[in-house]
């Protein structure tokens, strides 16, 4: 069982930056699939960004391609979310979500395992 805890959401205007973490309590974390999520307001769960377990490979929604990047610290069982020239359509819970996969990584129903989720608000 993978456990994990997201932190460094807050408030920030626009144009700003926030860095998320995410620890997981396991050393199994290493061979799971890393992704991002967020849910904003009256909205669906949409993905964010992936980071695969095996190679590194790292995959981006349209809409923070080049703005967000996420990087994993497999000795430290930590994955990050840079977040930078945010926008106020950026303002949601983001959720960090780990899973033993090989494709599909925008699906949500392919992770196993989520944290509770953390908050984002970018004023404008």
């Known amino acids: 069982q993978v456990q994990l805890v997201e932190s460094g959401g807050g408030l920030v205007q626009a144009g700003g930056s926030l860095r998320l973490s995410c620890v997981a309590s396991?050393?199994?974390?290493?061979?799971?699939?890393m992704g991002w999520f967020r849910r904003a307001p009256g909205k669906e769960r949409e993905f964010v960004a992936a980071?695969?377990?095996?190679?590194?490979?790292?995959y981006y929604a349209d809409a923070v391609k080049g703005r967000f990047t996420i990087s994993r610290d497999n000795a430290k069982n930590t994955g990050n979310l840079q977040m930078n020239t945010l926008k106020p359509e950026d303002t949601a819970v983001y959720y960090c979500?780990?899973?033993?996969?090989?494709?599909?990584?925008?699906?949500?129903?392919?992770?196993?395992?989520w944290g509770q989720g953390t908050q984002v608000t970018v004023s404008s």
């Open positions: 980071i695969t377990w095996n190679d590194g490979k790292t």
């Open positions: 979500a780990a899973g033993h996969i090989w494709t599909m990584y925008q699906s949500p129903a392919q992770y196993t395992y």
């Open positions: 396991e050393r199994t974390f290493p061979s799971n699939t």
